[in-house]
């Protein structure tokens, strides 16, 4: 539900009022929030054309771009959209999301924990019911999703790994969907202008009030007597210690570009009928290329299904483009049973056989031997995929076509992968990808549109879904894994403990997910959807 009512200052702690000093002599005088150093604001605006920008939390984090961000949104339809024109005829707007834009639908289990996380801090929920809402994950320490809603990027939520907990980090649109009845400040008419329209910080004599709760490192809304935001920031002392200074630096702005923001309920449905001739034109080339691609090469056309949606969304434009055709699943053992039955599901759902080849000996005998695998030494692929896959190719067909869900969007090197490519350690397969040009939005509203057995997985918060254990994902990933599969989590912490001990590796090296990095070479070359 919407927040129209201006917030409640009354229960902050309210500061005696107090002349505005002119604190520079000899000049105009100032609105305290002048007063304030440039911020991250400023360190943007420079770096912005190096393809660096600052988080939220002022860390510097490099922009990357996989390719042109087609996401735009629809203010008659409240929809994304994924060109220029809505079905409905109206204009899309382009929504600012921070590269490299592969955002993704928020289903039920993260408008929960977006809502919890914001409830905790700010005492309100942010993603009101009803309204569609996307999370965008971004460049940061560990894991950050920008949140979308009504067609602006109104906050973040952060994960911190050291204290296990997810921080949001709200934007002045998010005062459109909230309310904060906690940790906010209240700021005095004169400095207004400053703060507002020149992202000028709060200094004590502009201060009114502040709420008892915000302590020093707080994201607070910052608001005016009458209960408008007018931004947000990171609060630099304690509640206490604002109220009894003088002078000084309260709340430090955070000043953001701002975009129209258009609250409005709407569905998955409407998103898809929204998007209906920019799906079918997705389609229609998808199709063609696995048609031209089958037409050239005479293997046998296969799908690679990993239980993920792009794997999912392959094997249904090949399904129009050829037919029923086997799935080759490699299973690594070390999948999540959702995905297993998953693979299942879609088998049975299309009619298809399943050639499933696992060897999870081998996995267990390489990890005593070398160790768990990590994002720079993935043997788990080699071992686990590409080396049974070729047996079970050579066993099935001798040679076989095979297409693949990978992105464009998804990594650097996926952008720079050729469409269609033979990999070193399995020559006997040739790979496809029909959907290398999708965004994770034109996967999902094409899954949506035809109602395909997704992973449930992806209903509890997980992004991407690979074995259960695999070094590439972050921190909050494990966390959540740790919430919804605890047997998985413990046996894996075991046996890395095992590893730990064995080797006379430091305590850490477990706790804080050390063991994801070895410091050599990246191998995702071998990686395998
Ligand atoms: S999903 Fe991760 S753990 Fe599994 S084989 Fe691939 S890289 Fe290894």
């Not at 409640?8 to 500061?15: E, M, Q, Y």
């Not at 696995?290 to 792009?310: C, F, I, L, M, Q």
């Not at 599901?345 to 990890?367: I, N, Q």
Request: charged share 25%; net charge neutral; with cysteine.
């Amino acid at each position: 539900m919407i927040c129209p009512d201006p917030p409640i200052p009354a229960t902050g702690v309210r500061r005696k009022a107090r002349a505005i000093p002119a604190l520079i002599k000899g000049r105009r005088r100032q609105t305290p929030a002048e007063y304030s150093p440039e911020g991250d604001c400023e360190n943007h605006r420079k770096c912005a054309k190096t393809f660096i920008y600052f988080s939220p939390m002022g860390i510097r984090m490099p922009r990357i771009y996989l390719g042109k961000i087609p996401l735009r949104w629809c203010d008659t339809c409240h929809t994304p959209v994924l060109s220029g024109t809505c079905a409905c005829g109206a204009p899309a707007r382009p929504v600012a999301v921070t590269p490299p834009g592969d955002a993704r639908p928020a289903f039920p289990d993260d408008v929960d924990r977006v809502n919890r996380v914001f409830c905790e801090h700010f005492g309100a929920p942010l993603i009101p019911e009803g309204h569609l809402s996307l999370l965008n994950k971004v460049p940061a320490d560990d894991r950050m999703d920008e949140i979308v809603l009504g067609g602006a990027v109104v906050g973040a939520i952060r994960y911190i790994p050291g204290e296990q907990r997810w921080e949001p980090l709200p934007r002045p649109n998010a005062a459109a969907f909230l309310r904060p009845t906690k940790r906010y400040v209240v700021v005095d008419g004169g400095a207004i202008p400053s703060i507002r329209d020149g992202g000028a910080s709060v200094l004590a004599p502009g201060l009114l009030s502040i709420d008892p709760a915000v302590a020093e490192g707080d994201e607070v809304f910052i608001l005016t007597e009458a209960g408008e935001c007018i931004g947000v920031g990171r609060a630099k002392v304690d509640a206490a210690v604002a109220t009894a200074m003088e002078r000084g630096l309260v709340v430090r702005t955070r000043r953001n570009v701002s975009s129209a923001c258009v609250p409005g309920e709407a569905t998955w449905e409407d998103a898809v009928a929204a998007n209906e001739r920019i799906l079918a034109e997705y389609e229609a080339a998808s199709i063609q290329f696995v048609r031209d691609v089958a037409e050239k090469n005479p293997e046998r056309p296969t799908v690679s299904y990993s239980g993920g949606k792009d794997s999912l969304a392959t094997l249904l434009i090949v399904l129009k483009a050829l037919g029923p055709v086997p799935l080759l699943f490699a299973d690594t053992g070390l999948e999540f049973p959702e995905t297993c039955e998953n693979v299942e599901a879609v088998a049975e759902r299309y009619g298809l056989e399943v050639l499933r080849v696992c060897d999870e000996a081998a996995f267990w005998s390489e990890f005593e031997r070398s160790g768990p695998p990590a994002v720079d030494n993935r043997w788990c692929c080699r071992v686990c995929k590409l080396h049974p896959l070729g047996r079970l190719i050579d066993e099935h067909f001798g040679e076989c076509l095979s297409f693949i869900g990978q992105r464009k969007y998804e990594s650097v090197r996926r952008m720079q992968s050729r469409r269609v490519w033979r990999n070193d350690r399995v020559p006997q397969q040739l790979s496809a990808a029909p959907i290398q040009q999708w965004t994770a939005m034109h996967v999902w509203l094409y899954i949506f549109r035809e109602k395909a057995p997704y992973n449930r997985l992806y209903e509890r918060g997980l992004d991407r879904i690979g074995c259960f254990m695999c070094p590439s994902s972050d921190l909050a990933t494990f966390a959540l894994i740790r919430e919804s599969c605890p047997e998985l989590s413990e046996m894996w912490l075991a046996k890395l403990a095992g590893w730990q001990e064995k080797q006379g590796l430091p305590r850490d090296w477990v706790e804080r997910g050390l063991w994801r990095k070895r410091g050599g070479a990246d191998e995702e070359e071998d990686s395998y959807n």
